[in-house]
C-alpha cells in the first residue's frame, strides 16, 4: 500500500538522544522509536543519577506543556546505589500529534533536602534541627525530531476492534432505541471522538464511559462504551458507522464498520394511557415504553456519575497513616512527587494542575488551600 510514511530523521543520536550533568546529577535521555507518524506512541526513558552521595535528592522529570504532543507518565522507579547515592528512572508515554520537526521539552528539576542545626536557650543545651526543601531548576532536557504524516485522514492511530449492540429496534414515539458502540483495542483515540453524527428528525442522548484505560508502552490500552439513546416521532434509520484507522505495528489503512438498523417507531393514543376505567390490555406494555426516555437520560446520568465516581470506590487508602505523605510534603514540587508516586491519576489530577499552575503560571491559590483541598477530596 501507497502510505509514503518516509523514514523518521532523529537529531540526536538513537537510542540514547543526550547526554547531560551538572554538579546534583548525571542524566540520559532516550526514545524507543526510531520512526514516527502523527498520533503514534513511543516512549521517552530519562534517567538521573545522584552525584553526590551524602546529599539527600529527590528529581522531578516532567513535559512541558505543549499542543504539539500528549503525554502520560508511565512509572517512576527510583534505586538506591549506595546510601543516600540513589538512581530515578522515569518513563512517558508520548504521541505526537502534528508532523514536521518538533521539540519536545522537559522541565528537569531537584528536590534538596538540607537541615541546619538551631539552639533555643529556652530548653537549655538541646540542639533542634530544622530541613528545608531547596529547589533547583536544572538544564532543560529536549528531544528534536520530525514525524512524519499520514497519507490519509484517520480517525485512529493503532490497532482497534468495533462492536455495536442495539437494544431493540421497535419504541413508541415517547420512547428511546438504546445502542453501544464498543470501542477496543491499542492505540491512540481521539477523546473528542463520536461514533455517530447527527440525524435530521432524530433527538440524542450521549454519553462515553471508559470500561478500560490504562497507559502502555504501545499506546493507551482502552475500552470504550459509547452509548446513545435516540427518540424520534418517525421512523428513522441509524447509519452503519465506519472508523478508519492506521496500524502503525502492522503499517496498514483499516476500516473498522458496524451494520445499519432501521428503528420502527409507532404511535400511542394518549388517552388510553389515562383510563381509569379500563385499560388496554398491552397498557403496562405502553406504560413501560412512555417513560423509556426518562429512564434513558437518567441511565446516561448514573453512567456520568459512575465515571467520575469509580476511581474513589475503587482506590483503598491506608488509614494507618492518614495521608501523612501528603500532609509532610512542604513545597509544591515535593508533592507533585508524592501524588505521582503513591495515589491514582484520577484522584490526584486536578491537585497535580494546580500545584504546576501555582509553580508556574502563579496561580492565585495558596499551597495550603490546594492542600487542604486534595485532603477534603481523598479522605
Do not use: C
Request: no cysteine; glycine share 4%.
Amino acid at each position: 500500500m501507497k502510505n509514503h510514511l518516509g523514514k523518521i530523521t532523529l537529531l540526536l543520536l538513537f537510542p540514547i538522544l543526550l547526554f547531560a550533568s551538572s554538579p546534583f546529577a548525571s542524566t540520559t535521555l532516550s526514545s524507543n522509536k526510531k520512526e514516527l507518524v502523527v498520533k503514534e506512541a513511543f516512549v521517552v526513558t530519562f534517567t538521573a543519577t545522584q552525584q553526590d552521595p551524602m546529599a539527600h535528592i529527590d528529581f522531578i522529570f516532567e513535559p512541558q506543556k505543549s499542543d504539539n504532543f500528549k503525554t502520560a507518565l508511565l512509572s517512576i522507579d527510583t534505586q538506591k546505589n549506595a546510601s543516600l547515592n540513589k538512581t530515578t528512572l522515569f518513563k512517558y508515554l508520548v504521541f505526537p500529534l502534528k508532523s514536521g520537526d518538533i521539540t519536545l521539552n522537559f522541565n528537569f528539576l531537584a528536590h534538596i533536602h538540607t537541615s541546619e542545626t538551631l539552639t533555643d536557650i529556652g530548653i537549655g543545651d538541646r540542639d533542634l534541627k530544622s530541613s528545608k526543601v531547596l529547589v533547583k531548576n536544572l538544564q532543560t532536557q529536549s528531544l528534536a525530531l520530525h514525524v512524519n504524516p499520514l497519507s490519509k485522514d484517520v480517525d485512529l492511530v493503532g490497532d482497534f476492534n468495533l462492536e455495536s449492540k442495539l437494544q431493540k429496534n421497535e419504541i413508541n414515539q415517547y420512547g428511546a432505541a438504546k445502542i453501544n458502540y464498543t470501542l477496543s483495542g491499542v492505540g491512540y483515540v481521539d477523546d473528542a471522538l463520536k461514533p455517530l453524527g447527527e440525524m435530521q428528525g432524530v433527538t440524542s442522548f450521549f454519553q462515553v464511559n471508559n470500561q478500560f484505560l490504562k497507559a502502555t508502552q504501545e499506546g493507551y490500552d482502552l475500552k470504550k462504551d459509547y452509548m446513545y439513546a435516540l427518540s424520534s416521532k418517525n421512523n428513522f434509520a441509524i447509519s452503519p458507522v465506519e472508523l478508519k484507522a492506521y496500524s502503525p505495528k502492522k503499517k496498514i489503512y483499516y476500516t473498522l464498520k458496524t451494520p445499519s438498523y432501521n428503528i420502527k417507531v409507532f404511535s400511542i393514543d394518549p388517552a388510553t394511557l389515562i383510563d381509569k376505567k379500563e385499560f388496554p390490555e398491552n397498557s403496562t406494555f405502553q406504560l413501560k415504553d412512555l417513560k423509556d426516555g426518562a429512564i434513558a437520560a437518567l441511565i446516561f446520568f448514573a453512567g456520568f456519575f459512575t465515571a467520575k465516581l469509580a476511581p474513589k470506590w475503587s482506590f483503598t487508602r491506608k488509614r494507618e497513616d492518614n495521608f501523612r505523605d501528603i500532609k509532610e510534603a512542604k513545597e509544591p514540587k515535593e508533592l507533585i512527587i508524592v501524588l505521582m508516586q503513591n495515589y491514582p491519576s484520577a484522584l490526584v489530577q486536578e491537585s497535580i494542575d494546580a500545584l504546576e499552575a501555582l509553580l508556574y503560571n502563579k496561580s492565585e491559590n495558596s499551597f495550603a488551600e490546594i492542600k487542604k483541598s486534595l485532603l477534603k477530596n481523598l479522605m
